[in-house]
């Protein structure tokens, strides 16, 4: 993870303010920052999605490409998921450094994705055995402000909503399989992403747990839990995270926050997502510049 | 303005309940006032300063055919033949008799480094800080053994420069009582060129929060230390819960530190007093949010405009 070093005075203040339910920027602990979502920021892109979570800059970028289905799952497209940490976002990612960060995350990814009744992946076969999309999802972290799951997860989504498949007509002429690939930019299909999760950290400082933790209050957790939750509540996936050990009772808890703010987090992401699109073409691009 | 202020009711009661506040992108700061064209003297890097030959070139311009150009994005500033440019956004350039806040980030020998947002880690010297109950000697092999127990790596610092060396790296001091150690409270990082240079930059603020304007663009926000209590250069520290109205007070200022520095508003004390007075309207969290944040600058601003100094 990417550390900032805190005196320990600076520590105990976070660690009694959590205590409090009163945090550095006088938020209560199941809060979070201020959060905003573009879609379709990338013309080369099918979906593209870019979120900024108070400092946290993360750009989604999905590309779908047909293949052949993995062997075991003959009737069901993919996603792979491939995450980025720009040398921009901390000195630190230079070279190799991001890495075991990126496969953390890639990996928290797959495994929330991984999960039969969440995103369906039998939207993406276009003959079954034969021929899948693929979608790619290329993340770049642009910039490290704290809680990097849950906006990579939140960018992926607003993606996966912007995403748009050319739509496909097969053909079969004496056995012969052929694929027509429509050209139009306006014959495309949406895919059905709304029940995709949202990951949920959850950070335990001193005896209290919070959501959406800062920068410094990462610098003050000894233990995480990571867990991908759907719109309806069902949690897909769970991961704890950090050198301290949890008590069963408080991950029950912790447990329970996560469900009911992955819940309202999905259903504000879908919000504002459906407002960005009612806006349609009206909307005004923000871009990079700050 | 009352049916402006009612939605805005109605939409942060929606937030409240909800507990997360997703927002577009696009509808963000669509009516920022246009203030640009007010600012005459500002310059991206590449523009043309002046054509004239009979200026002198100073920091942030560079010269070519004669002509002045700016190397960064800031404000002009001219002192009878000297031009430089003000970046907005910069690290910090040091200069002797600032008050600065610092990071240790080494112990090393017989000094620290300390990072105060300047290009280059700054030095404390183990001879310029006060030891532990304001003993003035000759710094011994045992004091140099018990550096790492005065301050160590990622302890906070108030301190002035004291030196600038040959490479631009800072030398610091706290020798005085009013520089040391820092204890519980907050540190916020702004651009430096944000800081109004001040008499003081120590601020006991009427709130009940005090607050350090480091020139070097970080703002310490601490609670009120009794002054009745023996100044130690930070040594003791009181590590006891700081109360919960006093927290939110911290957490207020720093949401006006944030909101002022968003708005590229001079800090010192009156301008952080008041944004702080103005936010009073809202909670605590709803500070945060943009429009909030710029209806309480507006109303700041207007207030300075009619009375500040």
Known sequence: ?290 | MIITHLNLGILLTRIWRSMVDVRIAGARSSTKPNVSAEISNLVTPGDVITADTGFMRGHGTYMEDEKLYASVAGVVERVNKLICVKPLKTRYNGEIGDVVIGRILEVGTRRWKVDTHAKLDSVLMLSSVNLPGGELRRRSEEDEKMMRHYLKEGDLISAEVQSLFSDGALSLHTRSLKYGKLSQGQLVSISPSLIKRRKTHFHNLPCGASIILGNNGYVWICPTINEEVEQTGGYEQNLEPIQKSDREVIARLRNCVLALAEHKMMLYDTSVLYTFEASLRYSVKETVKPEVMADIIEVAQQRLEREGT
């Open chain 1, 1 to 290: 993870m990417v550390d900032v070093q805190l005196s320990d005075a600076e520590k105990v203040f976070i660690l009694h303010g959590v205590q409090d339910n009163c945090r550095e920027d006088g938020r209560g602990c199941e809060d979070y920052r201020h959060l905003e979502i573009e879609t379709s920021v990338m013309s080369n892109t099918n979906g593209s999605a870019r979120v900024r979570l108070a400092n946290t800059d993360i750009l989604v970028g999905v590309k779908a490409e047909l293949g052949t289905p993995s062997p075991e799952k003959l009737n069901k497209g993919r996603i792979e998921f491939f995450v980025d940490c720009s040398a921009n976002a901390t000195p630190e990612f230079e070279g190799r450094g991001g890495e075991d960060l990126a496969t953390d995350i890639s990996n928290m990814l797959y495994r929330a994705y991984d999960c039969p009744n969440c995103f369906d992946l039998q939207q993406l076969c276009v003959i079954p055995d034969q021929q899948c999309w693929i979608l790619y999802v290329d993340i770049l972290l642009l910039e490290c402000g704290g809680n990097l799951f849950d906006a990579t997860s939140l960018a992926v989504k607003a993606a996966l909503f912007n995403t748009s498949i050319p739509t496909v007509t097969v053909t079969k002429d004496e056995g012969v399989v052929d694929l027509e690939i429509s050209d139009d930019p306006y014959d495309v299909q949406r895919l059905d992403m709304k029940s995709s999760p949202c990951i949920v950290t959850l950070s335990k400082v001193g005896h209290s747990h919070v959501v959406d933790a800062s920068q410094k209050e990462e610098c003050c957790t000894l233990a995480r839990l990571i867990m991908g939750v759907t719109e309806k509540g069902t949690i897909t996936a769970l991961k704890k995270e950090g050198s301290g050990s949890l008590d069963p009772t408080s991950i029950e808890d912790m447990m329970e926050t996560g469900r009911r703010v992955g819940e309202s987090l999905n259903k504000c992401l879908m919000d504002a997502l459906a407002e960005e699109e009612r806006q349609g073409t009206k909307k005004k691009s923000l871009g990079f510049l700050r």
